[in-house]
């Protein structure tokens, strides 16, 4: 495979056969580093040990920590489970609320997301990587609020955007700030306040 000296962003090309069995355990075993040692400890002679793949492949197609871990978040935004559609907005903020929580709970997500919230605060390029990986969720859950104001639940003008945000923002907050995972009580305070708040036209943007 070819790469152009002007060094794109790793995971814009979409390999297939054995290319992509390469990524797929590249991106596995950073994603293990990660977890592990956070991103001060993502080296890419350790991963391509890990994943059982030439180093020099792995430098070639990632060049650097930070490409890995821009490539990871692609990956992961690709993988993420659909949205839950249920035709109430508490059960729909809901659903997502809790698949939140298990990710943020989950031993190796955790982790894993933590270490790469800490590396987009210094690293502008990792900063763009996780702002892509949330607008894809954000985009793929809005659509909850945009029927809810259709069905008269909400008023008309609603950012969908900022009240899917709304309901996620606090499960981050705990777990950036206590070190703790949510809890299931933790998600539906957070879904009751999105929906109370929405409902009382906090969420309605000036031009709407």
């Known amino acids: 495979m070819s790469h152009p000296s002007s060094d794109p962003e790793p995971g814009t090309l979409r390999p297939g056969g054995r290319t992509a069995r390469v990524r797929a ?38 060049s650097s920590p930070t490409g890995l871990v821009t490539d ?16 109430s907005l508490r059960e729909d903020l809901s659903a997502n609320a809790h698949l939140v929580r298990r990710t943020l709970a989950d031993p190796r997500q955790g982790p894993l997301f933590r270490a790469v919230i800490a590396a987009a605060a210094c690293d502008e390029r990792t900063a763009r990587a996780l702002g892509r990986f949330y607008a894809v969720r954000v985009a793929e859950w809005a659509p909850a609020v945009d029927e809810a104001v259709a069905r008269g639940e909400l008023p008309p003008g609603t950012d969908a955007a900022e009240v899917v945000r709304a309901v996620s923002a606090p499960l981050y907050y705990r777990l950036l700030t206590t070190g703790a995972a949510p809890t299931g009580a933790d998600a539906d305070r957070a879904v009751a306040a999105a929906v109370a708040a929405a409902g009382a036209g906090v969420f309605v943007s000036p031009s709407g």
Do not use: I
């Open 25 to 62: 355990a590249v991106l596995a075993a950073a994603g293990d580093v990660l977890a592990e040692q956070g991103f001060a400890g993502l080296d890419l002679a350790d991963v391509a040990r890990r994943a059982e793949v030439g180093k020099t492949t792995v430098y070639r197609r990632w």
């Open 72 to 87: 990871l978040l692609a990956e992961m935004a690709e993988e993420s489970l659909p949205r839950t559609a249920t035709g």
